[in-house]
């Protein structure tokens, strides 16, 4: 049974384990038919939540739902917060789905608290299986060696994010990054130590850009970052910051320092952009920095018209 501390029913400590129908044999036949349907009808997870929350609301009173599950950085809450939460750790015989927390404004009563334990029971293999879908989406869109989002990834989300900054009238850029003179890294130090030096700078970079930035390998040693929100200064400015933190990045091998430097083109969406116009003008802002010496930030010259 849950525990009562002040004003929360905490589920926190306890490890609630899913996996025999019995456990809800008394529960309502046809709420929890009709849950079971509701829940078949999508693999996308935040949808799932809303359509579980959704249903609870109509056999519990209920003010709010969060969900977390850290192995994939999720967060969501729907509804309202309130004073007195009642919290479960899903868990299985094989696998940990997350931590759902309900928020009610009076303290739950034990036969809600009966009613709500059932209906997870309804919940855990539907997010079971939208967790896998999730993970499997991930996996699809990630480069497997640096953990950037891949080529595939990029084109969706600037797609989407094109078309939100121009309904809405907001600026975003692009910065085209490219590793000087990888070439020579992986002939002095071998491939290994190169995909060393590509992971150690994506981490690097992933330090130095925004939260709501997002980081994609776009090739090889070739980098783009999607700058939302952002102004043409404020663009040049994290440029600049990712381009001084690869310069002074120490990576040694066999005690020798591995010199690194970035070339980055800048380019700001303007209203008639696609996809494709966009990276272009990255691009050809990314080969002006490297003919100019390398290690530079250049803009395109129609973001300075």
Excluded: W
Excluded at 169 to 184: T, Y
Excluded at 186 to 194: A, F, I, L, V, W
Aim: proline content about 2%.
């Amino acid at each position: 049974m849950p525990t009562q501390l002040g004003n929360t029913v905490d589920f926190s400590e306890a490890k609630v384990i899913f996996s025999s129908p019995e456990a809800y044999t008394h529960f309502d036949a046809e709420i929890r038919f009709r849950l079971i349907q509701a829940l078949q009808t999508t693999l996308d997870l935040e949808q799932l939540l809303h359509i579980f929350f959704d249903h609870v609301q109509t056999v519990v009173n209920l003010e709010g739902l969060s969900y977390k599950l850290d192995l994939l950085g999720i967060e969501l809450t729907l509804g309202r917060q309130s004073i007195h939460t009642g919290s479960y750790r899903l868990i299985t015989q094989q696998d940990f789905l997350g931590e759902i927390t309900f928020c009610n404004n009076k303290r739950f009563p034990e036969k809600d608290l009966a009613v709500l334990e059932n209906l997870l029971n309804v919940l855990v293999f539907p997010l079971r299986n939208a967790i896998r879908h999730r993970e499997a989406l991930s996996a699809a869109l990630e480069d497997p060696l640096t953990g950037a989002g891949n080529r595939l990834a990029l084109n969706n989300t600037l797609q989407r994010e094109i078309i939100r900054a121009q309904r809405y009238e907001q600026s975003m850029g692009v910065l085209m990054i490219d590793l000087d003179n990888f070439k020579s890294i992986n002939d002095k130090y071998g491939h290994q130590t190169g995909d060393e030096v590509l992971r150690t700078i994506v981490d690097a970079m992933r330090n130095e850009i925004r939260g709501s930035d997002v980081l994609f390998r776009y090739g090889g040693e070739e980098f783009v970052v999607l700058l939302t929100s952002t102004t043409l200064a404020s663009a040049r400015y994290i440029a600049e910051r990712v381009r001084s933190r690869i310069n002074g990045l120490e990576i040694e091998k066999n005690g020798e320092r591995i010199p690194t430097s970035i070339s980055v083109g800048l380019s700001m969406l303007q209203p008639e952009d696609s996809v494709r116009r966009l990276l272009e003008r990255a691009d050809y802002a990314m080969y002006c920095a490297k003919n100019e010496g390398r290690n530079k930030v250049k803009v395109c010259r129609e973001e300075l018209a």
